[in-house]
C-alpha cells in the first residue's frame, strides 16, 4: 500500500471512531464482536438480539436477564454505560418497532443486578422467551 493511500486509511478510521457517538462505540467495542453490527449474533453460538431484546426488556425478569448476562455484567461499562447500550440495542437493534412507553434501562436498574451474573444463560433466556405475555 502506498504511504498516502495508507495515511488516508488511518486518518478515515481514526475519524470514525472519533465521530461515533460514545453509546455506540461502547457497542462496537463490547458486544459487536459477538452479536454483530445489526445485532444477528451467530446461529447456534451467539443468540441474535434483534427479536429478543425488545421482549426481554418489557418484563422485570427479562430486564434482570439482559443484564445478568455474563458479558453484560462483567463488561468493564460502569451501570451508566451499561445501562445506555441495553437502551441504545433494543433502540436500534430490534426488528420490530419500540413502543412508545419504552423505559429506557438506568444506572440504579443495572448496579441492582448486575452483581450476580448468570450461570445458566441459555436455559433462563428460554424459560424468560416461553413465558412471554
Same mark, same amino acid.
Given at each position: 500500500?502506498?504511504r498516502g493511500?495508507?495515511? =488516508?486509511?488511518?486518518? =478515515? *478510521?481514526?475519524?470514525? =471512531?472519533?465521530l461515533?457517538?460514545?453509546?455506540?462505540?461502547n457497542y462496537?467495542?463490547?458486544?459487536m464482536g459477538?452479536?454483530?453490527?445489526? !445485532?444477528? !449474533? =451467530?446461529?447456534g453460538?451467539v443468540?441474535?438480539?434483534?427479536?429478543? *431484546?425488545?421482549i426481554?426488556?418489557?418484563s422485570?425478569?427479562g430486564?434482570?436477564?439482559l443484564?445478568?448476562v455474563?458479558g453484560a455484567?462483567?463488561?468493564p461499562?460502569?451501570?451508566?454505560?451499561l445501562?445506555?447500550?441495553?437502551s441504545? *440495542?433494543?433502540r436500534?437493534?430490534?426488528?420490530?418497532?419500540?413502543p412508545?412507553?419504552?423505559t429506557?434501562?438506568?444506572?440504579a436498574?443495572?448496579?441492582?443486578?448486575?452483581?450476580s451474573?448468570?450461570?445458566?444463560?441459555?436455559?433462563?433466556?428460554?424459560?424468560?422467551l416461553?413465558?412471554?405475555p
Open positions: 500500500m502506498k493511500a495508507l495515511c =488516508a486509511a488511518v486518518f =478515515a *478510521m481514526t475519524c470514525s =471512531a472519533v461515533t457517538p460514545p453509546v455506540e462505540a462496537m467495542l463490547n458486544c459477538c452479536h454483530l453490527a445489526d !445485532g444477528s !449474533g =451467530a446461529a453460538k443468540p441474535s438480539v434483534r427479536d429478543s *431484546m425488545l426481554l426488556s418489557r422485570t425478569a430486564r434482570r436477564y443484564v445478568q455474563p455484567a462483567l463488561s461499562l460502569s451501570d451508566l454505560e445501562a445506555q447500550v441495553l441504545w *440495542m433494543v436500534n437493534l430490534s426488528a420490530r418497532a419500540v412508545s412507553d419504552f429506557d434501562f438506568t444506572a436498574e443495572v448496579a441492582g443486578y448486575r452483581r451474573p448468570l450461570v445458566n444463560v441459555r436455559a433462563t433466556r428460554a424459560q424468560l416461553t413465558a412471554r
